[in-house]
């Protein structure tokens, strides 16, 4: 059981470029979302998506766009890369039906610089 | 808007002693809360998860605690161990499948 796969572990863009984050999980959860870690300021929520082909906004979601086409997939994309998106990306997902007792798996992340 | 926070922000204690992490939340509203362990460079991985209707959860060495009234957790480390190092996160799910995060609990567990 693979759990939740984030690719690429690392990656350097220069501003202005733009890139897909892959996420995939194998656990069949209808929720799956993106954080942002930086020093300080906590896991901050990028979007985020309750099933196939819903999505909605989290706290920061300006530069980001996400899809969700399948159950197991939900990439980012970054558009335009700036500099301030530089940080440390964690791909999550739960079940969603039972809300009590669902918890939340990580992936590993992806470390990100822009220069 | 759902704000959860961890203090101290680091923590450093001698090998064995028991010790206490603290959660708080300012909205009771919420499904659960999970505990989860980070290690440098690494994802998070969850602990425990306590559900909004019980009052603890112990896995090996591990107790946590919930107070939804007072908007209060604590996980409870005995017999701590150089393994344990690591940052410490709480997040408690509250409406709308949000996740709401504190900023960890930098724990050094001195051999």
């Known amino acids: 059981n693979a759990g939740v796969t984030q690719t690429p572990k690392f990656q350097v863009l220069k501003t202005g470029q733009s890139m897909t984050l892959q996420c995939a999980q194998d656990?069949?959860?209808?929720?799956m979302s993106w954080y942002r870690q930086d020093p300080g300021m906590g896991l901050r929520l990028i979007h985020y998506s309750v099933g196939a082909g819903i999505t909605d906004q989290g706290e920061v979601p300006n530069g980001y766009n996400v899809s969700r086409s399948t159950t197991e997939d939900f990439p980012l994309r970054l558009l335009s890369a700036a500099p301030s998106q530089t940080s440390v990306y964690f791909c999550a997902s739960s079940y969603s039906r039972d809300r009590d007792n669902s918890p939340l798996h990580f992936g590993n992340g992806t470390r990100l610089t822009v220069t | 808007k759902q704000e959860v926070t961890q203090i101290p922000a680091a923590l450093s204690v001698p090998e064995g002693e028991n010790l206490v992490l603290n959660c708080s939340f300012t909205?009771?509203?919420?499904?659960?809360l999970q505990w989860f362990r980070q290690d440098p460079g690494k994802g998070l991985t969850s602990l425990l998860l306590?559900?909004?209707?019980?009052r603890e959860q112990t896995s090996g060495r591990l107790n946590a605690s919930l107070d939804k009234s007072s908007g209060r957790s604590t996980l409870y480390i005995a017999a701590s161990q150089p393994g344990d190092s690591a940052t410490y996160l709480c997040a408690v799910k509250g409406g709308g499948n949000q996740f709401y995060f504190g900023t960890g609990t930098s724990l050094t567990v001195i051999p």
């Open positions: 306590i559900q909004s209707s019980q």
């Open positions: 909205d009771s509203a919420i499904y659960n």
């Open positions: 656990m069949n959860h209808e929720y």
